[in-house]
């Protein structure tokens, strides 16, 4: 009898044993199969961010690039005028529209470049039609802008004048249209040159 009950104990003893080894292969298993599963979710999510990534990279690469609106004329003399150099330029006109109705030759000159080609005969010039015309009105309009480099400006200007000759009494209006050569000289945007490109009516 007491051998059957070591039997016994010895056979428990063996059978706990394989069952606690059957545990233990079985949590193994389960954690095996857990880091497996977390690592071809790793995988997946990895290819489906290349995917994605491709597909956008296709579309963006794909895609037609747009057309760049060209601007009018209207539209590109209104953005040049909100530069710094274009407001300069605009200040300058005015400052010559003044003089020419204030006959002040030394303000309208101001605006010319030292280097202006006879420039003096040019001052006379204006003296002359001063005797002859007084200015009653005169409007400018900026077109056709071309900034040359950092210190040259190639610009038509038109003038639009109202004018009465002081000996008939009678009055006029004319329009003059010039290229002009704006220079900018110590920090200040000046005339360098003109060439009349059209003339309607001519005062000289």
Request: hydrophobic share 40%.
């Amino acid at each position: 009898m007491p051998q059957n009950n070591d039997y016994v104990k010895h056979a428990r003893t063996a059978l706990e044993a394989e069952a606690h080894k059957v545990v233990q292969d079985s949590n193994r298993l389960r954690d095996n199969l857990r880091q497996a599963g977390k690592k071809i979710w790793h995988y997946l999510l990895f290819v489906w961010v290349i995917v994605i990534i491709a597909g956008i990279s296709y579309f963006i690469v794909s895609r037609p690039t747009p057309k760049a609106t060209k601007q009018t004329p209207a539209e590109q003399h209104a953005a040049f005028s909100t530069t710094p150099a274009g407001q300069a330029l605009i200040n300058l006109l005015t400052q010559m529209r003044q003089a020419q109705l204030k006959k002040d030759i030394n303000l309208l000159f101001e605006a010319y470049s030292p280097d202006f080609p006879d420039l003096a005969h040019r001052q006379q010039l204006m003296r002359e039609i001063w005797k002859k015309y007084d200015y009653l009105d005169s409007q400018f309009h900026l077109s056709d802008v071309i900034v040359k480099n950092k210190t040259l400006i190639l610009a038509k200007v038109t003038w639009v004048i109202k004018a009465r000759n002081r000996q008939t009494n009678q009055t006029k209006i004319f329009s003059k249209t010039y290229q002009v050569y704006f220079s900018k000289d110590s920090g200040k945007w000046l005339i360098l040159k003109l060439n009349p490109d059209t003339e309607k009516e001519n005062l000289e």
